[in-house]
Every structure is written in structure tokens, then in C-alpha cells.
């Protein structure tokens, strides 16, 4: 620790003596300064021994003094030492009775002790002090890496929250808890989640100091990761802000667990590669093959219905690229970027919830730039796809909370989800991603499973513009004869359609004789070159009304 002014007293060769302030020795001594100004305050930073001989203080006026004292408190000097033998033979009353009412220890310092013998004992303990954290530091530091090697993170925190007299939790990608020491501190670590979310948007390394939950403890925060994006998180709590050496041991565990973040970040990525050669052969209709190059990493998920999900952050119209025949062989990453970072996130996010759950997941990047995708395989029910549903749900809620507000900057995640399917069935899978992604796209929502496609409705789909300029195109001929006043040929035709060519339910609906109705009829025929004995010009027809009518 720190040199005291109890250690100072205590210190033989310096024979120093109380005479003001005995009570509060115990505070430590940042440095020990000389000075004769009448008013040394502007040159204190606080924490100083200030070592006198009165040279040029009226030390026996009692009012001079408790101005003076009273103005060396509010600086932080935490003592005064004042040379006997000097200018003064005894500390003047007027000076101890100043010191005694503010609390301010005096020391009286005898003649044959030089300011000079004080300044380096000052300095020596202070560098003792620094000489033994660093020693301890370093101890620490081997202490980690022996945990770290041995059991892993789980031992390296347990190792840390001793070190600090406190505890330590890891959180994953997400902003999970991935592990804690003690374990009693799983609770306090979880209600930090929004702090650390907050820490994992700024760009690493980042840190952050908050209350702890119930100001029960001072809490550290440190992302984990040398890219852009930080890969997880350190929680640090103690009773009191970290000392030296226990600084040592935290900036130990964060260097080791980010280089073991970063060693998993290599195995993700040949993990990538293999997932990418595995999906390769899926989707060629290799499912053998495909379970044979799984193995146990990937395997179980080929075991049991998966759904496939395919999603993408760049605008709609970009030329996209399939995985079969353009995916990079390296299953490289995300392109960087507004688009990269939104799939980079998702698949953190995914493969977390399937660690945590102890699922297979398979997530392959697809494509680069503006064109990149994410493919994910994961179990139909489990709790990868409920964490892409989630996660879709969530940028979908604050992209239309900032539209509210009149902008946002939120990135148009778009997430197409197939129905449960088997190895054999991948290549529909991947298809059937692929339709719920456009109509996601065309409707502007960020999450649309395929089974929603077949429960609802095809005339939503009939909103499309291309839609409409055929409807447009093919109906403008009966507007233009209606517009004229000679017939109302398009309720004609909607009322015969509706009413699936019967005349005389049509013509009742219409309120005319059915012979008028059979000659409308004819005039349509007429007018668009087509005939309504054709189901396949009744059908367009149809379509057609009803593309017009939704507008």
C-alpha cells in the first residue's frame, strides 16, 4: 500500500511528532512538497505532505492561521509538516490549535532531520509500493493463464474475481451471460445486460464504469475483440475502484480472452468453410454426402426437420448470387459495410442462441457487397430460429419507431424462413426461403415464414406494380367504351365472373334482361380480341378486376 502519515511517524530515522490531527494518520501520502509561499494552494494537486519553516507566515496570529490551514484542507493536503529549530524553536499555539480545529495532522519535524530525508522516504515507499504491485501484477497475470490454459474461461474469471476481491462475468455476442465467478453473481451480471448492449455499439475496445444493480458494487465493463465489432464482453465488480495491481490482473484477462476470442474466430471460420461445402451438397441433392462431410459438427442437424433461412440487409433490385454456384469457397465473412454489419450481427446472434442451447446451427455467407446474403440451417422449433425471429422483430420495431419520428437509419433487414424439410428436401427449402424473402421485401416486413404464404391470400400479392400496369393495359379498352356512355361493360363483366357465367344470376345482380347482359358480353369479346370461353382469359380478367378495384 501507499506510504501513510502514520508510516512516515513511524519511521525511525525521521523522529518525527504529532502535535495536530493524531486521528487521521492513516491517509495516504501522494508526495511530500516544500514550500515557504504564504499561499502554496495554487501549486497543490492534493494528497501532499507540505513541509514548512515558516519563513514567511505570521505563525503566532491566530486568525492568519486558521486561514491558512483552513485554505491547505480545501486544497486535499493531507498534512503539514513544520521544521522546529528554524525560524521557530516550537511549533507556534496559534498554527497547532489552526490545525487541531480544521483536522489537519501536524508533525513536528526536529532540526536534524532535513526536508530532504523526508521527500525520499516519501518517494522510496511510493516506489516500494508501485514495485509490489507490478510483482503482484505479474503473479496475477501468470495466475490467469494458468486458468485459462487449465480450465478455460471459467477458470480464468474465477482466477480474476479473487484477484480483485470481487467478481467477473463473460458475455457472449449477443450480450448474454456466458459464465460467472462466483456463481452467485449470475444474477447481478444478468441485469447489466442493457449496459453491456449499450458498450457492444461503440467501437472496440471499449470500456464504460456503471453502478452496480442496487448500487451494491462498482461495476467495469470491457468489450472483447480487435475488429470494428466488439465479439463479447467483461463485467468487473468491486466494492471500491481497482488498485494497481488489481488493474494488472484485469487488463490480463482481457488480453487473454481476446486472444481466445480471436483463436474462435479462426475455428468459425473453418467451420464456415465446411458448413458452405456441406450446403453446397445439400442443395445439389447430395444428402449422403452431405452428412458425411458433417460429421459430429454438423451432423445432428441433419437428423431431425431444420428450417432454412435466408437473409439479407442490402436494398431490393441487387443482382443476387446463389450458393451452389458463386458462394466463396472460404466462407468468408460478411462484406463490411451497413449490410455486412447487420448479417454479421444476425449470425453472432444466431449461432449464440444455438451455443447456448447446445444446437447445431449452420450459418454461410453468401455473396459480397450489396448482394450478400446469409444462409442459416438450424432446427425447425430450436432456439436458433426463434433468436432470428427476434432479432428480425426487434430492427423492424426500431426501423418503424425512427420512420415515426420522421427519418431512420435503421438497415432494411429482410429474413425469408422455409417450412420444416429434411436433407433431402433442401434445395425446395432454399426456394421456399427465397419466395418469403421477395414477399417480405415487396410488403416492407423484416420476418415471413413460407407456411404464412400458403394460410393467407394471393391478392395481396396483386398490389405489385407490374401487376397493375397489366391490369391497366388489359381493362383500359372497357373504361374507355364505359367512359363514352355507351354501356357499362366492366360491371358486366365483373358481375358475369363473379357469378361464374351464370346469365340470369348475373343479370339479376345487374337489374337488366339477361339478353343485355349476353350482348355486353359479346361487345367485350369484341373490344378485347379475346374470348370468355377461354378459362385462361376469364382467370387474367378476374385477376385484373381485382388488381384495379385494390387501388
Known sequence: MPPTLASL???????????????????????????????????????????????????????????????LVGAGV??????????????????????????????????????????????????????????????????????AIAEGP?????????????????YDASGAVVATAPEWAGRRAARLTADVERLRERPAPASSVVGGPDNEDRVELHSLGTGRRARAALAVGTAAALGTAERYAVHSAIALLTLTTERSRSLQAAEQRLGAAVLRMLLAGEPDHARAVAGDLYGGLLDA????????????????????????????????????????ALAEIVESAGA?????????????????????????GGAGVAACGEYAAAVEAARAGASAGGGSDEEELVVGVSAPVGPIAAAAAYKQAEQAL???RRRGRAYVEHEQLAAGSVLPLLADDAVKAFADGLLRPLY???????????????????????WDAAAADLGVHRHTLRYRMRRVEEILGRSLDDPDVRMEL?????ATSAE
Open 9 to 71: 511517524v513511524h519511521h525511525s530515522a525521521l523522529k518525527l511528532t504529532v502535535r495536530a490531527g493524531g486521528d487521521r494518520l492513516d491517509v495516504p501520502v501522494r508526495w511530500a512538497h516544500v514550500s515557504e509561499l504564504a499561499d502554496p494552494v495554487p501549486y497543490m494537486e492534493g494528497g501532499e505532505l507540505l513541509l514548512v519553516t515558516a519563513l514567511k507566515l505570521d505563525a503566532e496570529e491566530p486568525e492568519a492561521m486558521r486561514r491558512y490551514v483552513k485554505r
Open 78 to 147: 493531507v498534512g503539514l509538516g513544520f521544521a522546529v529549530g528554524v525560524n521557530y524553536e516550537e511549533i507556534p499555539k496559534a498554527l497547532v490549535d489552526a490545525a487541531e480545529e480544521e483536522g489537519l495532522p501536524l508533525l513536528e519535524v526536529p532540526r536534524r532531520t532535513p526536508f530532504l530525508a523526508i521527500s525520499k522516504a516519501v518517494s522510496a515507499a511510493i516506489a516500494a509500493d508501485q514495485y509490489r504491485a507490478v510483482t503482484a501484477g505479474f503473479a496475477a497475470q501468470r495466475e490467469l493463464t494458468r486458468q
Open 154 to 170: 471459467e477458470g480464468l474469471l474465477s482466477a480474476l474475481a479473487a484477484q480483485v476481491d470481487g467478481w467477473a462475468a463473460l
Open 305 to 344: 426437420p431444420f428450417r432454412m433461412i435466408l437473409a439479407e440487409a442490402a436494398s431490393a433490385g441487387t443482382v443476387r448470387m446463389s450458393v451452389d454456384s458463386h458462394a466463396p469457397a472460404g466462407g468468408a465473412k460478411p462484406a463490411a459495410g451497413a449490410e455486412g454489419d447487420a448479417l454479421a
Open 356 to 380: 447456448r442451447a447446445g444446437e447445431a446451427v449452420l450459418v454461410v455467407p453468401e455473396g459480397e457487397g450489396e448482394g450478400a446474403r446469409l444462409v442459416v440451417l438450424a432446427a425447425d
Open 438 to 440: 421477395s414477399v417480405a
Open 480 to 502: 374507355e367504351h364505359d367512359a363514352t356512355g355507351r354501356g357499362d361493360l366492366v360491371a358486366s363483366l365483373r358481375a358475369w365472373l363473379s357469378r361464374h357465367g351464370q
Open 542 to 546: 378476374w385477376l385484373a378486376l381485382k
